[in-house]
């Protein structure tokens, strides 16, 4: 896949098959549109694009709402439209200039002029341009001109079933990472490195992988205890994550940590990159009357999470 920042005064891609959006978390619903796409430019013997925005337009338009938390860091996402076989990504710098043009400039100074568009593809709901002017109807008046193809995506083909990234976000916030996995159609992934901790988890048989996530805007699930599938060192091993305050070792509440327990694993893997796939909630986190309450409580959770492995 070609990733292109911004437009360049003629862009390298013939016969652009566009479809726009921000795409977090390039979910079943994204992925539906992208199908779509990917098929209808090999029909044509065009390429497929997606034109989106970085930073997410509500971080501009609404700076004072710093809680907006994506599901995806830039990486991750753009690894993901690699995958499903996507051939161009643009990513326009969004800014309140860009905010403020209008439907119609948008239209013929971005796709006709900028790409020189074949085909518009869009779903059943998408609108664009200042005030959100430019919307399905808006396009077929180009598109009855000539200018290029439209192609609705309607709602019953994107799912039955309403799927947003707004949706998807509250689910991984309140803990329901099947919910969110399922509107995934892929497993929610945090990508961090392995910095050093404490070594509390050491001192009951138990020791941690303390991951830092760098981008800040990614979002972190629910405090609790997880059944994670961690890659590092291009292995993939089982373990079990919790996320929290750790309040059983500590009084503090300043920052939530992230640390995963490997099964059956004795490396040192400080300052490695790694990805973790986050698959079932297993309890919240809670604080125990002392370190040994905490042991017992690890060894059951580590019990049910290789239950859920299948592992012995």
């Not at 990733?3 to 891609?13: D, V």
């Not at 400039?105 to 568009?117: C, P, S, Y």
């Not at 439209?150 to 083909?157: R, T, V």
Request: net charge negative.
């Amino acid at each position: 896949m070609r990733i292109f920042e911004g437009l360049t005064e003629k862009m390298p891609i013939k016969n652009a098959v566009v479809t726009i959006g921000t795409f977090d978390g390039v979910h079943l619903g994204h992925q539906e549109i992208l199908k779509t796409l990917i098929s209808e430019a090999e029909k044509c013997g065009g390429e497929s694009v997606l034109l989106t925005f970085y930073p997410h337009p509500r971080m501009v338009l609404f700076p004072e709402n710093s809680d907006l938390q994506l599901l995806q860091t830039q990486t991750e996402k753009l690894e993901k439209l690699a995958s499903i076989g996507l051939q161009n990504t643009v990513i326009y710098p969004f800014s309140k200039e860009f905010a403020d043009l209008s439907a119609e400039r948008f239209v013929e100074d971005i796709l006709m002029k900028g790409f020189q568009v074949k085909m518009v593809i869009i779903g059943y709901d998408h609108q664009f341009g200042h005030n959100r002017e430019g919307n399905l109807a808006f396009l077929k008046s180009y598109a009855d001109k000539g200018c290029f193809e439209l192609l609705e995506i309607p709602a019953e083909q994107i799912d039955e079933v309403y799927i947003s990234s707004s949706k998807i976000r509250k689910a991984v916030l309140g803990g329901e990472i099947s919910v969110a996995n399922a509107c995934l159609g892929a497993p929610f992934e945090l990508t961090g490195s392995v910095v050093k901790g404490l070594q509390n988890g050491r001192k009951i048989g138990f020791p941690t992988a303390n991951i830092h996530i760098e981008d800040e805007q990614k979002i972190i699930p629910a405090t609790g205890v997880y059944a994670v599938t961690m890659n590092v060192r291009s292995h993939s091993y089982h373990g079990m994550m919790n996320i929290g305050w750790r309040p059983t070792i500590t009084e503090e509440k300043s920052e939530r940590k992230i640390e995963v327990h490997l099964f059956d694993f004795q490396d040192e893997i400080y300052g490695e990159s790694c990805a973790i796939q986050v698959l079932e909630f297993v309890r919240p986190e809670h604080k125990f009357p002392n370190l040994e309450a905490l042991k017992d409580q690890i060894q059951l959770d580590e019990a049910t999470v290789r239950a859920f492995f299948s592992v012995s």
